[in-house]
């Protein structure tokens, strides 16, 4: 195999989707897995074909691509800003289920336009703060007022809210802008949570979240290990490296900051899996330096599970899926804006 190579073990990445899917099953949640981790087509029909409601696509260009590839219905949850995207939006709505989210009345006249140009009603959730500091009403009370502006704007529809990550406390926001929004007589017919770190614990969620978007799980991570949410032997991608050199008590990888990403998790860049104990422990941009050495040969070829698999993913024109060693295909990335 060429290397550097982003490979996915079917066997594992099968296991990781089905069993994700029988937890929402059990627990009663629509899953609607995040795309933006593998950014793949193959592996979102898998996630269909289990059970999934829809997907979560993080850019129009990834709902594009869903869209394109059969999937009718995605959840966008972005602010969706300027005229260009707009246009867009409009002709996804066209063509497909779509839903956004927003988190400023200042948006609604913009998605209006587009809901118009499509002749569809576009579908809006609220995004919550609530904890994470970036997007998102920052009360209750401001969830329940951006409700009632987006139902009674022209050609958008209400349909619930929306938060990432869910943090204690959450439950009780979310608890009181549903309250809130009932009293003024709107149907809260969605609260869609998130991450996969605590996507486990998503059965204690419920009644109240009615939906989970989860990404990394269908890979997992060395990040998602660390969580807990996953063991090595769930993880299901991994980046395949050379040992081209071996100099000064380290080997030399031929993965650097352009296979793996350069984000860092205290003890490295990346784990060997054939070096039990072995980091990457230093980057540049075509190389990997991998201590310690130990027995790692010149043109030996090794497997790194990468800190931030959604990262590494999207440094990657290509998945290489492989079952018993054995190369199956070429799946491609949709990485583009």
């Not at 951006?146 to 990432?164: K, V």
């Not at 003890?267 to 104990?277: H, S």
């Not at 990468?306 to 024109?317: E, K, M, S, T």
Request: glycine share 12%.
């Amino acid at each position: 195999m060429l290397t550097p190579a982003v490979v996915v073990d079917l066997d594992r990445l099968e296991s990781n989707l089905a069993r994700w899917q029988e937890h929402c099953d059990r627990t009663g949640l629509a899953n609607r897995p995040h795309v933006k981790t593998h950014k793949c087509v193959e592996i979102a029909r898998r996630q269909i074909e289990l059970g999934a409601r829809g997907v979560t696509c993080q850019t129009l260009y990834e709902a594009e691509t869903m869209v394109d590839a059969g999937i009718d219905d995605v959840l966008v949850p972005y602010n969706v800003v300027g005229d260009g995207k707009l246009e867009r939006l409009a002709t996804l709505l066209g063509r497909a289920h779509v839903g956004v989210t927003v988190d400023d009345a200042a948006l609604l006249a913009g998605l209006s336009l587009a809901a118009g140009r499509a002749g569809s009603e576009l579908a809006v959730l609220v995004d919550c703060d609530t904890g994470l500091g970036r997007t998102g009403v920052r009360s209750p009370a401001e969830a329940a007022g951006l409700a009632r502006e987006i139902a009674r704007t022209s050609g958008l529809r209400f349909a619930g809210l929306l938060t990432f990550p869910s943090p204690p406390g959450a439950s009780a926001f979310l608890e009181e802008a549903v309250a809130l929004i009932g009293r003024d007589g709107l149907a809260v017919e969605t609260v869609s949570a998130g991450g996969t770190p605590t996507m486990w614990s998503s059965g204690g969620l419920r009644p109240l979240v009615t939906e989970y978007r989860a990404g990394t799980y269908a890979f997992n991570d060395r990040n998602t290990v660390r969580a807990g949410a996953a063991s090595l032997d769930d993880v299901a991608l991994t980046v395949a490296a050379t040992v081209v050199s071996r100099r000064y008590g380290h080997a030399i990888v031929d993965a650097g900051s352009k296979a793996l990403s350069s984000e860092a998790a205290g003890d490295g860049f990346g784990l060997v899996v054939e070096a039990p104990g072995a980091r990457v422990v230093r980057l540049d941009e075509e190389h990997g330096y991998v201590e310690p050495a130990g027995r790692l040969e010149l043109g030996q070829q090794v497997r790194i599970v990468p800190n931030h698999v959604c990262l590494a993913v999207n440094l990657a024109d290509e998945l290489v899926p492989v079952r018993d060693g054995v190369v199956t295909g070429r799946w491609p990335v949709a990485r583009g804006r």
